[in-house]
């Protein structure tokens, strides 16, 4: 299914060498402040070829809002919005016709559907996360408006053997460094391994930590669509993840310590063991989670023309804040649906 | 919500301390053999009182189907199932009428409520688990007579510091052992650690590997839908857990590999890396799951009667395999609906 | 699916001559005030046995309310209910096992499920309607506390060639007489039409009428989940009805009408040609549909019994005003759902 | 909600007087044969400006297929289309943007999303109805595709007061006149009501009647997704719609008639009586519908510059036949999801 959400429903299109990639937001209330410019701000933080970390394909994806939007406030019907396709170079992929990419899911593609599409990885490609980008904008201008104390903030905390130390970053120090990390020693270490895997045609996994302060206490829904079950889901759903944890500020180590440890409240009164959710609820604590991503697959051919990413890592940190943002726009609407009594 | 799946779908309800516990599984195929023995077979895997390293409380937990088989066979019609609740004691629970319990969500589910349960933990006790291993043994059915060469197997890989090694063991295997753990070593050591716990009033958490055989190629729903999406989501919807990952045979460890390493075929052609799924379908590799559980959060007042859980690990594997068997059945299901042309 | 609603979903199980009839309803906020006997009295409303001009069939029909109250109010969690099949007399249908029932889907069922319950018409059987009355109950309740001046009421307004004219009755009014037609002539002439056609072995169609005054401006989910369409969907799922319009005061001859003269406001100011929904919104005028019915096939040898309904109609006045108040319900949480700016 | 189906999914966006209109089609199998020319020739039959009965707004109404469709082929990934919105002159909506048009929706809508788009009708205009026949061009691929026997159409029959009596024609028929009324007599004395009409400013209503042979015995999901149910729904989902009915071949006469008449197969051996639904699923035998629409509401100011239908039946035929597709679309693939043992 290309939909995601309940309420707050992003639905996806677009193959990565078709014509166009699009994104139809439904569901956001009307008269929440958006523009054009909004939007292009937050695909452009996931936009290739902005330094020798990432790779070198140029594609300037300019979104067009198609509707939803009248005079920079949404209308209450659905967001329409559409970015072509502009630098396919399907040309390139020309040889892969007929044989299937290592490390590549096209053998599976071809197998569920009876075909595989010629021109590139079509739905697998990470170029279809930029309709996720598009749909993280609006969920972020809807809780902007709604939930203002909230600020959603992810980083990259771990490239190959390169940890960064715990950190509570804003957005703009994450910014500040090509790498995404925002301890300044942890990114001049990351960078240097990137290059070197660029450099290599290799390729480098790690982590992304994710945190959201300002998330009110009870949003989620028991028991199958408990907070950190849909973070789980949204999270995973991004193709090179392969694992998400919340709480354990501790790393897996935290798995080895005994129960009247873990619970303890630490001397702060914050419980960060719980990744600021409880019974599947947010309890009013930061939400923390970490999510991993698997080195990518890379093509000795586009190695050598520097057209891949060595490491997805800072590209996939907008990606990881729309998708949270997603699962948190529908939450506060869910939450809204349950009227209490006056 | 508490309904889970979008053509397999299992809806469940009951408090912990209320008269009964239910599950509605629709959309379950016409004509698939299924007794209540058998239901009741899977309960009995994750009933309290069977070993002195879980809790002492006495739930025989009987259920009873109440539609949708026939003479041992589905009808294609909605299977209601009801287990009552015989054992509340909810006088234990009567000093906790006006206070939290540390640890528990109580605090988080009275601010979304307006309300909390005096009564128990209501839809945050583990007992809401046993619906979903109702469910999960009406989706074993499905699969069992449609994808007969399907197996899946969870079983207990690490208690506290205790970590078992890598294993590929039956369910009888896993079930000799009152850990759940099937490496005789590891199981002696992680049973010393829990009656030390549960001496202590102590607790302890860990991990649970999971491992599906026999899977055909091409399950999952792209983009949102992946495999592993509805996955991570279906168990991070159980109560304790803290973290899914899939693939990783070495664990974090993976993740400090470079791509090239990362990616190379195993010696024996199979590639662990991808737990079975790539581009977010499966690709005809055993599925491999692990996943993280914190200690749980326990009463001293409890601790002392005995009644409560120093690990859940060993009851949670049933749980987790039903989990996973919702999804599986659901994909299944999913699958058919895609028909290619002739 | 046997499962109804967005937010304020409807779940049903349970064949006429199984064990129990079965409802969970999930997504009523927490706080209702809702007491068994409340539900107990919607169903007494659809209940057989309590005139001469329904089914001689005793079913007592005691609901069991097994979890999401406490205290009568609702948890927040999901509310199971229970009936159990008390007079399935399923030998009465021993000799039905080999041959399908004439005017009934039997043969419909068999093809689509690969099989036919012996026992007798299983989720098509008229039965299952009890199970949306106790869904109604609670949908009822959630309107009573939330949105206090919407009141909901069917009658019956057209049984065979006998047509009441308009009337805006109250329930008490309806539930006066045994046809539930308000109207004192129809009502009377009607009861002779179905008493005559009870003693021939016979039956009757015809229409209820559905009145919804202190609807809120502005309900229902363009386009494709309006108001008119939910309800459509609703009122079509049940058993016997065969169309459904809505505005149309004049019924039929309304179509005959051009648009000056259709949309002329009348001189009360009302228009109540809309039948209360414009653009498939809640205008804020009363809900005015018409729901039809198909005369129900009968048995000879249920007929010589008097074990059938020669008109349903009087028994389906509580399960056209469940189905409306399950959609109003969803419809009242949706709009919650849609904050605007304060 | 903007999203129609369970499992073949048509998400529609765009206001009538914004940049475009647009459609995603999820989860349409892949290998289904689909050409732009396809979808064209379905959009084409509903354009305005093509004869004198309808409005003279030129809309070229040109469709971009974006994704999901290569070689000619679908791919199985979502079908994007666009079309854009070239004859706003929303110069001509400028003076309403302070008032209301009388007998349109524009007040529900300002109370309901607190903001009135000024350009025009937005979402509730008869524009919205053009992806859906998008969605319904891609829905009939599919069904001709895997059920070849299946035939859908549509017609006009009756126009304000004129009716035409019963038929069976095919689409080319239905094409010849301009009223798409296939009985001669009934379309002349249709077209001269509907010139008259449009001469005096007025309008007129009516209903279209909808024939499907060659469906499947056993479609539909009980017990609230009946294909009555959904049919329901899809249909009076449309703008105009103020009726469904089903079976009923002597209209509302037949409720007048008696069970055991009414239930008496004919002399055919059909028993048309049931509209081909039985127990809520398909029996087999030609479903047949019939779906009622109110007059338009006009403005002077249009209906002077010619710039309105008078009578909107003849362009909604074919969003009759596109909603009726995509819910046989849907109870196909709904259908193949229910794997009996082979």
New interface residues.
């Given amino acids: ?4 959400g ?2 707050f ?1 992003l ?5 990565s060498h ?5 994104a ?1 937001i ?2 956001c ?4 402040p958006l523009t054009t410019a909004q939007v292009q701000a937050a695909l452009d933080r996931r936009k290739p070829g902005t330094s020798a970390l990432v790779t070198a394909r140029k594609e300037p994806d300019q979104v ?5 939007v ?1 005079q920079d ?1 949404t ?6 919005a ?1 970015v072509r396709n502009t630098n396919q170079r399907s040309q390139d992929y020309a040889t892969l016709a007929t044989e299937d990419r ?4 096209d ?3 071809r ?5 595989r ?1 010629p ?1 590139g990885g ?3 490609s990470g170029r ?1 996360t930029l309709c996720r980008v598009i749909g993280g904008a609006v969920a972020e201008a809807l809780l902007a ?2 939930v203002p104390k909230l600020s959603l903030v992810a980083w990259v905390s ?1 490239v ?2 390169v940890v960064a130390g715990p950190v509570t970053p804003t957005r703009a120090q994450v910014d500040a460094h090509p790498t995404r990390c925002p301890v300044a020693a942890a990114a001049a270490e990351m960078e240097r391994r990137i290059l070197e ?1 660029k450099a ?8 992304i930590d994710l945190r959201v302060d300002g998330v009110p ?2 949003w989620g ?6 907070l ?10 991004i ?1 090179a ?8 500020p501790g ?2 180590k ?7 440890d ?2 303890r409240a630490p001397a702060t009164g914050a419980s960060a ?1 719980y ?1 600021g959710i ?7 604590e930061p939400l923390e989670l970490r999510v ?7 093509l000795a051919q586009h190695a050598k023309e520097g057209r891949h990413d ?1 490491c997805i890592l800072p590209r996939a940190v907008p990606v990881v804040e729309a998708m949270a943002a997603l699962v948190l726009a529908d939450a506060h ?9 006056a």
């Fill in positions: 299914m290309n939909t995601f309940t309420l429903r639905t996806t299109f677009g193959e078709g014509p166009a990639m699009g139809v439904d569901g209330p009307s008269g929440v067009e809002l198609l509707s939803g009248f406030k209308l209450g019907t659905p967001i329409g559409l290592p490390g590549h899911a053998a599976v593609w197998e569920r559907f009876q075909h599409d021109r079509g739905r697998t279809e408006r709604d771990q190959g053997p895997a290599a045609g290799d390729s480098l996994g790690g982590s206490v009870g829904e028991p028991v199958f669509g408990k950190k079950a849909t973070l789980a889901q949204a999270l995973a759903s193709g993840v392969t694992g998400v944890t919340w709480g354990l790393g897996m935290d798995l080895e310590r005994s129960g009247l873990f619970h063991v990744g409880q019974g599947g609820l947010s309890n009013g991993f991503f698997k080195p990518p697959a890379t060595p609407l869910l939450q809204c649906a349950r009227p209490h009594q």
